[in-house]
Structure formats: C-alpha cells, structure tokens
C-alpha cells in the first residue's frame, strides 16, 4: 500500500513530487528518492499522443497509465484529472476509476472545456458554482478518505488575482483538501495565496519556462507551500536528450558517439529489475514429480 499523503501533508516539510508519464519514469522517480509522484496530463499528451496539453487525452487513457504506474511503484500518485472530464456526473465516474487504478489524489480544475495548459493564454472557466459542484461530488465519491481532492483554479490568467483566491476559498468550502493557485506571477503573488488561503495545503507548480517564477521546494516550504509539483520537467529533459541520441544516430550510422549518455543492456535491466524479477518467477516452477497430488478416482 502507498504512504498516507494526507498524513505526509500535515508535517512542516514540504512534500516535492516530480512529473512522470508512464512506470518507467515513476520507477526511476522512486529509486532516485521521491516521497510522492505528479502523472501529469500535460505529459501523458506529449508521450502518448505527441500532442500539445489542449484536452485532448482521455479519461480512459490516464485511468490505465494509473494503473501500470500502480503496479510497479508504491509512491502516493497525484493525478492530473484536468477538467473532470465533464460535469459532476462525470466527475463521479472520473473519481471511481481513478481510486479504483490506484491514485492517491486526484486534481480538478475550473476551466471549461476544451482545456488547455495552465501556462498558456486563451483559457475559458466555469463558474465558481459548477466547479464547487464538482469538487463537492468528487468528496462526496471517493471511497477512502486518504483519496485527497486538490482543486486547481486558472483564474489568475482570466479574471485576475483577487477573483482567484475567492474562487479557492469556495472551493475549500465545497470540501477541497488541497488548494492549487495556478500560474502567481511573482514570488509576491506566491506569499498572498498563503497568507489568505494557508488553512488548507497549497500547491505550487513550477513550469520551467512559464509565468510562475521557478524556486527550490526548500524556498516554497519557507513562503509555506505544502506541496511542490515539477510536472513537467521529466518529459522536456527526455525530449531534450532523445533529440540528441537520434540526431547522432542518424548522423553517423551507430550508437558509438552516444554511449556515455545510456544505458546498455545489462544496465537497464540493471535498473528495471530484471533478475530479481525472473528469479521471483522462478519460485512458482512446478517441482518434478506427479503432476497432481490429488487420489486417482476409484475404479468403477
């Protein structure tokens, strides 16, 4: 079973999740030390799809990148649910497949569909009373109480500051555990939604690139932030790097000039498991010997 989030939230420390797209990575992120994991639906779209963060990924296809995650790692998973899905009814659904995969906090946000990346311009909302609505029927939903909701709201870009932290605040009153503010455009902003909003856990994102200064999880733990996500961090690094493991490949016929950047056979078997896995099959062999320990029947 994965570690409690909601208790790991009410300690002083922040907690720091990375952003990870399928087992592969969430596996590399727990070898490497993270408490928690953030499966971004910025990043299922960039992987899977090979498509921008603009609602295009399913509620089918983050349900089942869940649950292989599940399978191979015990971190608690912060899930990207983006809009819900559709609307309360939805939410619902959305909630009982998510738990059922193995999440441990599920994410919804108030823009209207289609969404789109919160670093992005051109974002539309629902109402405040529609997206408390959803919160209130994901609460109402969830069968453990240490499936944690997180409530994102993008009203910063569209409405402005002060209308942001109101739509929290109702948010928080519709059942919320944590709170997301998303896109604070200084570090200022970031000091204001704590000072208003700190009864409940806060949640930064920091998007390297975006409107959202990037700072240490030690400097948002400081400002009082309880949770820190780098979402997509993961999936930039990796495009970065497979951009230049084909351009070499392509330019010189071989892997040759590339191979202090990767793993050989053995290493990534290394790192996957390999042998431990197979010499754990290898525990339920049949030993030699009759092929059933049952009596024969009687002879008629």
């Known amino acids: 079973m994965p570690v409690s989030l909601r208790s790991r939230l009410g300690d002083e420390r922040i907690v720091l999740a990375p952003g990870v797209y399928d087992a592969l990575s969430a596996l590399l992120a727990e070898q490497a030390g993270a408490e928690a994991i953030y499966l971004s639906g910025a990043s299922i779209a960039y992987t899977r799809l090979g498509q921008p963060d603009i609602g295009l990924v399913s509620m089918s296809e983050v349900a089942e990148t869940v649950a292989l995650i599940r ?23 959305m909630v009982r497949k998510f738990e059922r995969s193995g999440a441990s906090a599920i994410q919804i946000e108030d823009q209207a569909a289609p969404k789109r990346c919160g670093h992005l311009a051109g974002k539309t909302l629902v109402s405040p009373g529609e997206m408390a609505g959803k919160i209130k029927a ?9 499936t944690l909701i997180i409530a994102r709201t993008d009203a910063i870009a ?10 929290a605040a109702l948010y928080a009153d519709a059942g919320a555990d944590v709170l997301f503010v998303e896109a604070p455009e200084s570090v200022e902003q970031m000091h204001s939604l704590v000072e208003v909003l700190g009864r409940k856990p806060l949640l930064a994102n920091m998007v390297e690139g975006g409107k ?7 400097d948002l733990e400081a400002i009082g932030f309880s ?3 780098f979402p997509g961090g993961a999936v ?21 000039p590339f191979k202090a950047g990767m793993f050989d056979f053995a290493g990534l078997n290394a790192v996957i498991g390999t042998d431990a896995i197979l010499e754990r099959g290898k525990s339920y062999d049949r030993p030699a010997g009759p092929r059933s320990s049952l009596p024969k029947a009687a002879a008629e």
């Not at 994901?138 to 240490?146: C, F, I, L």
């Not at 569209?158 to 739509?167: C, N």
């Not at 959202?212 to 030690?218: D, G, R």
């Open 138 to 146: 994901a609460v109402d939903t969830r069968r453990s109480a240490e």
């Open 158 to 167: 569209v409405e402005g500051f002060a209308p942001a932290i109101e739509r």
């Open 227 to 229: 949770l820190a996500i």
């Open 71 to 93: 399978d191979r790692v015990g971190l608690p998973i912060i899930v990207d649910a983006d809009d819900g899905f559709g609307n309360a009814l939805n939410v619902e659904r």
């Open 212 to 218: 959202t200064p990037i700072i240490s999880a030690a």
């Open 236 to 256: 930039r690094a990796l495009a970065r790097h497979l951009q230049a493991y084909f351009s070499s490949l392509v330019a010189h016929g071989t892997t040759a």
